[in-house]
């Protein structure tokens, strides 16, 4: 619901909790259906929080080590029984529980004749993760870019592109370019070896496919040129001890998207066209290989890893015999998160994948004392060229008790520096050695979340209140970004630009 004298996509500018007209707590949970709410344009009024988490709230194990995988019956808004899923007791288990969880669902999955994509940024507990919008464009012949650790070559042009990526380094773990491209990547570990030796990260990656890349398949072809010329290596994490990995990564645009798996230089990738998709922390592409790298069975080959006899399988071709538990963990969340996919299937909207990526007991949501949820993504894409994609971000830690934000392209986009982090003279991550001493990059919407998370820990009756109101202020989010796909309302070009800044400016207002 609008304040007074404003149009429906504007946010309320107090601290008031405040109920969009027409709707109501009724009995649906975060992740069950609610077909009265729905509208057709891939977005649905977001549900309200119950004690417990109702895609999942009881459970008993059924297979595996039961420290390890149990399952639920679930019902759904209508009360039907839903098959079990098995969940990953995550939280305190590892000591590095390092996941990432990536969705995207496409007709007839979906709700509507849209895409919908989905990520959470799984990151050491303390690293923050900001918003960046970095405007196209246009460079000189013989210009460089700066990437993390090492230059490249810029291009002629580069696209639009808003980010989620921690604070420290030049790439990202998901984002958006202003073509309706998305992308995001999970880190894996395979037969090849990993390169401590600086070269690009897979964040990088994510943010040059972006960039450079029109539609999905072009920010395929981005990454997979720039990985075989310039490899992919050097620490992901802002500690002196080296964390490294390979990545995967999910790419979608308005009509289709593609699953990328790479080992070392080595790549293989899935087109999907329909239906939904996931992405953990290992490699999941079989013998469906849409394009490979002309190398890589050769490569197999010669290593021992395949006689060249029968199909050919990237996973099990080039996934490690031993799989270190990062990644044993993901094999639970990886089938979690598919089952999820499969139960809302035909109305997959993007308070759907909001409500998967809340899932704690699954594993894709995650807080523990290594690893958390640092940031989350959702965005609406549209197969209607005349109808805006809308992302949704959090900028904040833990979705379950984050708001998630839209955000559009438009000209004349007004600058959200809450969600920016701080920038230093003597950066420890640029200098080298590198890492050798910790700044504080908190953004000014990081440190209020974080009071308010200390609120709701310590005050659980207050904590309830204020988590109710966040799921307000989402939920008109999610109705503004419902009317504006539906063509209910015609909002002004300076609406559009300062919405995202509204947003983040109303979400502090409530912590105050």
């Excluded at 005050?459 to 796909?485: H, I, M, N, P």
Aim: hydrophobic share 35%; with cysteine; glycine share 10%.
């Amino acid at each position: 619901m609008a304040r007074p004298g404003a149009t429906a996509l504007r946010p309320p500018a107090t601290g008031r909790r405040r109920r969009p007209n027409g709707t109501g707590r009724g009995g649906r949970g975060r992740g069950g259906r609610n077909r009265e709410s729905r509208g057709g344009d891939g977005t649905e009024a977001a549900a309200d929080p119950g004690p417990e988490d109702p895609i999942c709230p009881t459970a008993a194990s059924t297979e595996g080590d039961p420290e390890d995988s149990c399952t639920a019956r679930r019902k759904d808004g209508r009360g039907v029984t839903l098959p079990s899923v098995p969940r990953f007791r995550m939280a305190g288990r590892d000591p590095a529980p390092s996941s990432c969880d990536c969705f995207v669902a496409l007709p007839p999955h979906t709700a509507a004749p849209a895409v919908v994509f989905g990520k959470n940024a799984d990151r050491p507990r303390h690293e923050v993760q900001e918003i960046a919008y970095i405007p196209s464009a246009v460079h000189r012949p013989g210009d460089k870019v700066q990437c993390t650790y090492i230059e490249i070559e810029q291009v002629e042009r580069t696209h639009a592109v808003v980010l989620s990526r921690p604070a420290w380094l030049w790439g990202a773990e998901m984002g958006a370019n202003e073509h309706g491209v998305c992308v995001g990547n999970e880190g894996v570990w395979t037969r090849e070896p990993v390169g401590e030796d600086e070269a690009l990260l897979g964040m990088d990656l994510v943010r040059l496919g972006l960039e450079r890349g029109g539609s999905a398949r072009e920010a395929l072809d981005v990454i997979t040129a720039l990985l075989e010329k310039h490899g992919q290596g050097g620490s992901c994490k802002e500690e002196p001890t080296p964390f490294v990995y390979h990545n995967t990564f999910l790419l979608a645009d308005r009509h289709e998207a593609w699953v990328l798996e790479t080992a070392g230089s080595y790549w293989a990738a899935q087109r999907i066209r329909e239906g939904s998709r996931n992405i953990s922390n290992q490699l999941s592409i079989g013998t469906d290989i849409t394009a490979e790298h002309p190398g890589l069975r050769q490569r197999a080959q010669s290593q021992g890893w395949w006689s060249g006899a029968g199909q050919f399988s990237f996973a099990e071709v080039f996934s490690l015999a031993q799989q270190p538990p990062r990644m044993e963990a993901a094999k639970t969340r990886y089938r979690a998160g598919k089952e999820l996919l499969q139960q809302h299937a035909g109305h997959i909207t993007a308070e759907t994948f909001m409500a998967i990526l809340r899932d704690k007991d699954s594993g894709i949501c995650v807080d523990s004392e290594g690893f958390r949820t640092a940031g989350s993504m959702v965005s609406v894409l549209p197969q209607d060229p005349a109808l805006p994609c809308i992302h949704f971000f959090t900028a904040t830690p833990d979705p379950s008790r984050s708001v998630f934000k839209p955000f559009i392209f438009v000209p004349g986009l007004k600058p959200a520096p809450q969600v920016i982090s701080p920038t230093f003279r003597d950066d420890p991550a640029k200098k080298v050695p590198r890492f050798q001493s910790a700044v504080d990059r908190r953004h000014e919407l990081y440190r209020r979340h974080q009071a308010a998370l200390e609120l709701m820990e310590k005050d659980q009756a207050r904590g309830r209140e204020l988590l109710q109101t966040l799921r307000d202020l989402e939920k008109q989010g999610l109705e503004a970004a419902k009317a504006l796909l539906a063509g209910n309302v015609e909002p002004r070009p300076e609406e559009l630009a300062e919405l995202f800044f509204d947003c983040v400016d109303a979400e502090m207002k409530f912590y105050k």
